[in-house]
T-cell receptor
Framework: RKEVEQDPGPFNVPEGATVAFNCTYS??????FFWYRQDCRKEPKLLMS???SGNEDGRFTAQLNRASQYISLLIRDSKLSDSATYLC??????????????FGTGTRLTIIP | DVKVTQSSRYLVKRTGEKVFLECVQDMDHENMFWYRQDPGLGLRLIYF???????EKGDIPEGYSVSREKKERFSLILESASTNQTSMYLCASRPDRVSYNEQFFGPGTRLTVL
């Protein structure tokens, strides 16, 4: 089983719609969770961290379900500029106590005018 | 703004060549990382460094080595390039060893090995 699994998509969604992605992770000891966004031919950039209680940033809502080991991202009122690949990211600890991140392969989203 | 720069955007090398990829960050970050990104496989960690001259293997270190002589600079070395090392290479930095701090990525180097 992959450490972090995402539906690769593509999700083709009309402008203004609501879209949600899920991601599952296998390491129950993981403590930090993130969504990164990667535009075509660009580097990944942090979209938002995911907190236990769930968190919202404008049109974006992230939630964590520890019992089922999944995180989700909800985008409301989608804009053309939301077209990108969304990477689910989970932390893990190395042998020497340094924290590393495991990246999912990403979910590709295209917003259609 | 944090800035992570990489020495080349595109690089073409021949099989067997020694290849150096350079990464520089300007925010005095302790941790630096090298990833490669391939379609369907996502970002995979090659090596990372948590301090000057300190390094730790990632998930796919075979065929690679790294060097960190100064805090701001982290180099990835392909000792003898092979065609299966054709990939997008991304460098990242983070303030310290704690993962809830954001990782900042460079623009990437697309390496083609012929």
């Amino acid at each position: 089983r992959k450490e972090v699994e995402q539906d690769p998509g593509p999700f083709n969604v009309p402008e203004g719609a609501t879209v949600a992605f899920n991601c599952t992770y296998s390491n129950s000891a993981s403590q930090s969770f993130f969504w990164y966004r990667q535009d075509c031919r660009k580097e990944p950039k942090l979209l938002m961290s995911v907190y236990s209680s769930g968190n919202e940033d404008g049109r974006f809502t992230a939630q964590l379900n520890r019992a089922s080991q999944y995180i989700s991202l909800l985008i409301r009122d989608s804009k053309l500029s939301d077209s990108a690949t969304y990477l689910c990211v989970v932390n893990r600890e190395s042998n020497f106590g340094n924290e590393k991140l495991t990246f999912g392969t990403g979910t590709r989203l295209t917003i259609i005018p | 703004d944090v800035k992570v720069t990489q020495s080349s955007r595109y690089l073409v090398k021949r099989t067997g060549e020694k290849v150096f990829l350079e990464c520089v960050q300007d925010m005095d970050h302790e941790n630096m990382f090298w990833y490669r990104q391939d379609p369907g496989l996502g970002l995979r960690l090659i090596y990372f460094s948590y301090d000057v001259k300190m390094k730790e293997k990632g998930d796919i270190p075979e065929g690679y080595s790294v060097s960190r002589e100064k805090k701001e600079r982290f180099s990835l070395i392909l000792e003898s390039a092979s065609t299966n090392q054709t990939s997008m290479y991304l460098c990242a930095s983070r303030p310290d060893r704690v993962s809830y701090n954001e990782q900042f990525f460079g623009p990437g180097t697309r390496l083609t090995v012929l």
